[in-house]
């Protein structure tokens, strides 16, 4: 079982930044993971990945502005977020397994955190 918690939402307006943060009980450096959003009304939607080996990847709109990370020494994952836009509220989610395909299909991870709610005002 592993667990994850997210932190490092909040407010901002456009154009501002966040970095969220993902503390995993299990040795990151095992696992591919992952941060997903959820927006009102709307399905979960890979944001960016990262497998056990560092390897990237990002949904199309946010490539150029954020950027996934990991510090195995803290076990824990990172997502840097610049020039955020108001379509970037959501609930973010971090994920994590023993291995999913290097994609952002949510469907492949076992393990997930509670949230934390991001919200860019215009």
């Known amino acids: 079982q592993v667990q994850l918690v997210e932190s490092g939402g909040g407010s901002v307006q456009a154009g501002g930044s966040l970095r969220l943060s993902c503390r995993t009980s299990?040795?990151?450096?095992?696992?591919?993971m992952g941060w997903f959003r959820q927006a009102p009304g709307k399905e979960r939607e890979g944001v960016a990945a990262?497998?056990?080996?560092?390897?990237?990847i990002y949904t199309d709109s946010v490539k150029g502005r954020f950027t996934i990370s990991k510090d195995n020494a803290k076990n824990t994952l990172f997502l840097q977020m610049n020039g955020l836009r108001p379509e970037d509220s959501a609930k973010y989610y971090c994920?994590?397994?023993?291995?999913?395909?290097?994609?952002?299909?949510?469907?492949?991870?076992?393990?997930w955190g509670q949230g934390t709610q991001v919200t860019v005002s215009s």
């Open positions: 990262i497998d056990n080996v560092g390897a990237t």
């Open positions: 299990g040795i990151i450096g095992s696992l591919h």
């Open positions: 994920a994590a397994d023993f291995y999913v395909p290097h994609n952002l299909a949510s469907e492949h991870y076992t393990y």
